[in-house]
C-alpha cells in the first residue's frame, strides 16, 4: 500500500521581515505591518541587529524563531495588536 505525504498547511505568507529599532518591519499574507516588540519580548526588543536578523520562520508561516536567543513568536499572536502599514 503506498502512502502520500500530506501537505502542510500554509498559515502564512511572510515576507519583507526588518527591524527599526524595537519595531519588526513584516509583510503578512500581503499586508505590511509594524510590531512593537516590547509587547511581546523585552529581549528581543533589546537585541542588536545581528542578533535580531538572526532568525528561522517555520516552513508553514506559523512563526518566527530566533535560536540565540532561544525565543519563539507566532505571527498571529503579533499581527493582532499591530498597526497595519499603507503602502503604495
Known amino acids: 500500500m503506498k502512502r502520500t505525504m500530506k501537505k502542510t498547511k500554509k498559515y502564512h505568507d511572510i515576507a519583507g521581515i526588518r527591524f527599526d529599532k524595537?519595531?519588526?518591519l513584516i509583510r503578512v499574507d500581503g499586508k505590511a505591518y509594524r510590531i512593537d516588540l516590547r509587547r511581546f519580548?523585552?529581549?528581543l526588543a533589546s537585541a542588536?541587529?545581528?542578533t535580531k536578523m538572526n532568525y528561522l520562520l517555520s516552513p508553514s508561516g506559523y512563526g518566527i524563531h530566533w535560536p540565540e536567543l532561544d525565543e519563539d513568536l507566532s505571527i498571529d499572536?503579533?499581527?493582532k495588536t499591530a498597526d497595519i502599514r499603507k503602502t503604495g
Open 77 to 79: 499572536g503579533m499581527i
Open 48 to 50: 542588536d541587529e545581528r
Open 22 to 24: 524595537h519595531f519588526l
Open 41 to 43: 519580548s523585552r529581549k
